[in-house]
């Protein structure tokens, strides 16, 4: 199996055609047309990640965050995070990101983060019209479901050790009751009128402003900040997990980025 062999059957599942237009996910440098050694799955290209893929001789390098996300005029290894992506080009690993598209995907960001938030029927926040040729890979943006009754607090401390994460912040009175339950990975405050149509009791999110909770909670609505690595790194598991399923004789390895974050979910 090539790369490029990899990057089509993940794209039939993860189409770029999901993407945010704002977004830049795809192939983001490297040669594709090379027989696919082993994949590294990680947030973000960091160093720690780039050193994984050298130590496992895997010359692909799957990300969450697009790395040329803005433009970039020229590459100088005086500069930092061009020299990394200097020494994988030198090293023949490429690196491909699935931002938004991974986001709205079936199966990918926001249903992992329901899935790991304990929600039940879950459902897509903004739904797509079944007429739409991409139901079949993403029925919308966002999911919400419900969970057992409790009070805010308790769920937050559920989600904290849910998540492992080293602490969680959130917005409203301990003792309101949540039921139903929003979820939008990374910085999701744009949805809060959806998660409000939608009854919703709490919105789990993260990149959370103070002044945007306030103006959810006076609208009814709590908000628990997960952070944005926190929320979205799980999906990375499930993204390996598929590509096993596409790519079974391929060693897949799963990279945390330990300068982001102390604790972080399981694969």
Request: proline letters at 4%.
């Amino acid at each position: 199996m090539q790369i490029l062999d990899w990057v089509e059957r993940w794209e039939e599942e993860v189409p770029l055609a999901l993407q945010e237009e704002w977004d830049h996910s795809g192939r983001q440098f490297g040669r594709f047309a090379q027989p696919l050694t082993g994949i590294v799955f990680a947030l973000d290209f960091t160093k720690g990640v780039l050193e994984r893929a050298l130590q496992e001789k895997a010359n692909l390098i799957v990300t969450h965050h697009p790395v040329l996300f803005s433009g970039v005029h020229g590459l100088d290894e005086r500069i930092p995070l061009q020299d990394w992506i200097i020494e994988a080009l030198e090293n023949n690993i490429a690196v491909y990101a699935s931002h938004t598209a991974w986001d709205w995907a079936d199966g990918g960001v926001n249903d992992t983060l329901g899935e790991r938030a304990g929600l039940s029927d879950t459902r897509a926040l903004v739904s797509r019209d079944p007429s739409d040729p991409l139901w079949t890979v993403s029925k919308g943006k966002g999911v919400y479901g419900t969970h057992s009754r409790m009070r805010l607090d308790d769920y937050a401390a559920a989600l904290q050790k849910a998540f492992d994460a080293e602490s969680i912040v959130y917005y409203g009175n301990p003792a309101t009751e949540i039921h139903r339950v929003a979820c939008l990975g990374g910085a999701g405050m744009d949805f809060v009128p959806n998660a409000l149509k939608a009854d919703c009791d709490v919105m789990l999110t993260g990149d959370v402003k103070y002044h945007e909770a306030q103006d959810a909670l006076r609208a009814g609505l709590c908000i628990i900040d997960l952070g944005h690595y926190v929320g979205e790194f799980p999906a990375m598991g499930s993204a390996l997990r598929r590509s096993r399923v596409m790519a079974p004789g391929i060693a897949h390895f799963l990279q945390a980025d330990a300068e982001a974050v102390r604790h972080n979910g399981n694969a």
